[in-house]
Every structure is written in structure tokens, then in C-alpha cells.
T-cell receptor
């Protein structure tokens, strides 16, 4: 079974600075997807960014980017120019490519990192 | 834009009672997924459906059942409720085979 580990229960960053959230995973599969989800106080799960394992290029979405190291099984999220609205719980998630449904099929989540933005 | 709608948003039930949670996917989305998130926990995959057929199954208890209807909405039925079933239940939807899914705001179930 796959496992996802987020070693930082809580992170704090000053507004406008950059912060990196760590995520490692364990799998014997070669084909899979990785995601970062944001869960603000409203509790809704919002997709921040995704990465296909077969792609070497790191995904980027505006101020959010990832550092995907397949051999090291590492998938960190970098948030640049942090904003107050970025304050939330961030979950790293893994999905095996064997889940044919795609989307949110069979996601394995980490325990989450609580990100605090200091004004 | 229309999002995933879950109802009710909050539900309080007593032990051993039955609860039904509903999920209305984004229009034209044919796949729904259910997740359970206990207090302070990460979400756990329960079950998914595509075109009214069960697609995949996770850690769903035998006391729970779910189905997807012809209009693609889905219902999660939970019987013989236990205190440990208190959690936030998420539904998500997507088009079959697409990577991106969208989550609803969840139903908070409290069992007393």
C-alpha cells in the first residue's frame, strides 16, 4: 500500500515571503499522480496543483510550484509571495494510475501541514 | 460556475440510527467519489461510482452503502451509526478518466 508523509504539522511564514511544504511518499508503482490540496477554514478541499509521475517537468500554477523528485519520492510545494488567503491546511495526496476513474479516485492523503501566514 | 452540492451540510444523529447523505455532481460529471475525514485526520477514500456502477472501493464499512442514480447524483447510506462515524463526509465529482476532480463542501455528521 502507498503511504504519504508530511513531516511538518505546522509551518509559519511572513506575508509576501516564500514557503516550502514537504511531502514524501512510498510506492512500488511507476505510474501515478501527485496532488496538493488546500483546505481552508471553510473545510472545502481545493486542488492547488497536480503532477503526473511520467512528466519530468515540475508543475507550476501561478504562485504555486512543485519540486518533484521521482527517484527520491519527494513532492514539495513552494508558495511564492505568500498571501493571507493562503492560510489553510495543505494535504499532499497520491493516486495510483491503476484507478481508472481518474479525478479523486482512491486518493491517499498525508496528515496535512497547517500553514499560518503572519501579516 | 456550478459546484458539487452536498446535502445536508450538517446532520446530528443518535447512535444506532440511520443517515443518508446526498451529493449532486457538477453538471455533466459522470463520476463521483466519497471520502470520510475524521476530526484532525486526513480524508479516507470510501467508494466511487461511474455511470451508476461502483468503480472502486476503499475503506468503506459494511454498515455503509452507496449508489449513483441516473441523473448522476449519489447517496451514501449509513446504518447502525456509531460515535466513531462522526466526521466530515466529502463528495467529489469529475468526468471519467480526467485527472481533475472537484470537491463539495462536505456534510458534517455528528453522532451522539
Amino acid at each position: 500500500a502507498q503511504t504519504v508523509t508530511q513531516s511538518q504539522p505546522e509551518m509559519s511564514v511572513q506575508e509576501a515571503e516564500t514557503v516550502t511544504l514537504s511531502c514524501t511518499y512510498d510506492t512500488s508503482e511507476s505510474d501515478y499522480y501527485l496532488f496538493w490540496y488546500k483546505q481552508p477554514p471553510s473545510r472545502q478541499m481545493i486542488l492547488v496543483i497536480r503532477q503526473e509521475a511520467y512528466k519530468q517537468q515540475n508543475a507550476t500554477e501561478n504562485r504555486f510550484s512543485v519540486n518533484f523528485q521521482k527517484a527520491a519520492k519527494s513532492f514539495s510545494l513552494k508558495i511564492s509571495d505568500s498571501q493571507l488567503g493562503d492560510a489553510a491546511m495543505y494535504f499532499c495526496a497520491y493516486r495510483s494510475a491503476r484507478y481508472s476513474g481518474g479525478g479523486a479516485d482512491g486518493l491517499t492523503f498525508g496528515k496535512g501541514t497547517h500553514l499560518i501566514i503572519q501579516p | 460556475a456550478a459546484g458539487v452540492i452536498q446535502s445536508p451540510r450538517h446532520l446530528i444523529k443518535e447512535k444506532r440510527e440511520t443517515a443518508t447523505l446526498k451529493c449532486y455532481p457538477i453538471p455533466r460529471h459522470d463520476t463521483v467519489y466519497w471520502y470520510q475525514q475524521g476530526p484532525g485526520q486526513d480524508p479516507q477514500f470510501l467508494i466511487s461510482f461511474y455511470e451508476k456502477m461502483q468503480s472502486d472501493k476503499g475503506s468503506i464499512p459494511d454498515r455503509f452503502s452507496a449508489q449513483q442514480f441516473s441523473d448522476y447524483h449519489s447517496e451514501l447510506n449509513m446504518s447502525s451509526l456509531e460515535l466513531g462515524d462522526s466526521a466530515l463526509y466529502f463528495c467529489a465529482s469529475s468526468l471519467w478518466g480526467f485527472t481533475e476532480a472537484f470537491f463539495g463542501q462536505g456534510t458534517r455528521l455528528t453522532v451522539v
